[in-house]
């Protein structure tokens, strides 16, 4: 069965800064990762994904995870943090290298100081 | 685009009725939809694979009783909370599988559910 680690389970960063979510996968195969985000009260909306291809994924806000096999990772990062990015980010696998079934990691709260 | 939509949005409920909550596809044609829970400050938890025209899956421990769902079109399922006690208070977000390649899951604003 696969599973998701996100070992941070709160960050703070000042607006300007650098930003990396750490992520960590089991899985058998070629996984099916995602990045979500969640504002409060708010549902998830999906900021970039990698099925295959180039192992560098550019996503929506800025946003962008690299895939590293061998390090069963896929951190999100962005250069240069906005307070509005304050939120939970969480990171996912697909089974079957599909979209099918989705197991969540635990997620990392962003808290973004002026 | 991708939207999905929930209704309601919030629900506020006496223990023992029961509550519908809905989900749609706005602009694509969903095969299976998914029904999550979320408690404060937790990560989702899968309750159930909704399969248009068939019956749902639901995970070890979900009472299939208790959360009936119904997925009658390619863009609605529904989940019903029956007889709602103050422990199913919580927040409810579905999400529908939009299929082909890089295929992704996308996800309503959830429910919030609070039971009297």
């Known amino acids: 069965a696969q599973s998701v680690t996100q070992p941070d389970i709160h960050i703070t960063v000042s607006e300007g800064a650098s930003l990396e979510l750490r992520c960590n996968y089991s899985?058998?195969?070629?996984?099916?990762l995602f990045w979500y985000v969640q504002s409060p009260g708010q549902g998830l909306q999906l900021l970039l994904k990698?099925?295959?291809?180039?192992?560098l994924v550019q996503g929506i806000k800025g946003f962008e995870a690299e895939f590293k096999r061998s390090q069963s990772s896929f951190n999100l990062r962005k250069p240069s943090v906005h307070w509005s990015d304050a939120a939970e980010y969480f990171c996912?696998?697909?089974?079957?290298?599909?979209?099918?079934?989705?197991?969540f990691g635990t997620g990392t709260r962003l808290q973004v100081t002026l | 685009g991708a939207v999905v939509s929930q209704h309601p949005s919030w629900v506020i409920c006496k223990s023992g009725t029961s509550v519908k909550i809905e989900c749609r596809s706005l602009?694509?044609?969903?095969?299976?939809m998914f029904w999550y829970r979320q408690f404060p400050k937790q990560s989702l938890m899968l309750m159930a694979t909704?399969?248009?025209?068939?019956?749902?899956?639901?995970e070890q421990g979900v009472e299939k009783d208790k959360f009936l769902i119904n997925h009658a079109s390619l863009t609605l399922s529904t989940l019903t909370v029956t007889s709602a006690h103050p422990e199913d208070s919580s927040f409810y977000i579905c999400?529908?599988?939009?299929?082909?390649?890089?295929?992704?899951?996308?996800f309503g604003p959830g429910t919030r559910l609070l039971v009297l």
């Open positions: 999400s529908a599988r939009k299929q082909g390649v890089g295929e992704t899951q996308y």
């Open positions: 899985y058998g195969a070629t996984p099916y």
């Open positions: 990698y099925f295959s291809g180039d192992t």
């Open positions: 996912a696998v697909g089974a079957g290298g599909t979209a099918s079934k989705l197991t």
């Open positions: 602009d694509f044609q969903a095969t299976t």
């Open positions: 909704s399969n248009e025209g068939s019956k749902a899956t639901y």
